[in-house]
């Protein structure tokens, strides 16, 4: 492990650990995460991710109160980077879920346009890797929520909004380019 204590002669480093921390606040840690993001399975995945960044890296700490105000930090930063990024999802999802073959008819396009348009776009889906296609279609044609999904698949659900990210930007530059040409 990375993370060290630096002895000061007033702790007893040996004993202080990142396990040890983890472990102990871990509960405290997620309960913090849990208030800023609105849900447990997020806060866990955010608490987890905090965890993963201290393992890859390499800090020193005098005490253990400097790391517990460390990862709180660390904690609120990420559930800000997550909140904002749930944001910028709906906004795109309030886009996405309005209805393109109506507004398309609507605008006086005809039937073969609309079709080859979602035939343009099923090829796209069709190309997604293979996990990334998996979850979409959970989610947009069985009508899936994104922790039915985790659990069904066995993966976080940071994951599954990840991989529903991906496919939708993938999606969203054919769509730019099509309904721009």
């Known amino acids: 492990m990375n993370t060290q204590l630096i002895d000061t002669g007033h702790h007893s480093a040996e004993n202080i650990s990142l396990e040890n921390i983890y ?7 997620v309960r913090y995460a849990e208030k800023m993001v609105g849900g447990e399975f997020y806060a866990e995945d955010v ?4 965890f993963i ?9 005098v005490s253990e109160a400097s790391v517990l105000k460390y990862i709180y930090k660390a904690v609120y930063n990420r559930c800000i ?3 904002r990024h749930k944001q ?17 008819n609507k605008d006086g396009h005809n039937a073969l346009l609309t079709k080859e348009f979602f035939i343009v776009i099923e090829k796209r889906i069709k190309a997604l890797p293979q996990k990334c296609k998996q ?3 959970l989610k947009y044609d069985n009508e899936y929520s994104n922790p039915e999904i985790s659990e069904r698949l066995g993966l976080s659900i940071r994951t599954v909004e990840n991989q529903v990210y991906i496919a939708r930007n ?9 309904l721009c040409s």
């Open 135 to 137: 979850i979409f279609m």
């Open 81 to 83: 980077d997550f909140v």
């Open 88 to 104: 910028i999802e709906q906004q795109y999802e309030e886009i996405c879920n309005s209805d393109f073959r109506s507004t398309l």
């Open 53 to 61: 960044s201290l393992l890859q890296q390499t800090n020193y700490f």
């Open 170 to 178: 993938v999606l969203r530059k054919y769509v730019d380019l099509y």
């Open 47 to 50: 608490v987890q991710d905090v």
């Open 23 to 29: 472990e102990k606040y871990h509960i405290f840690f």
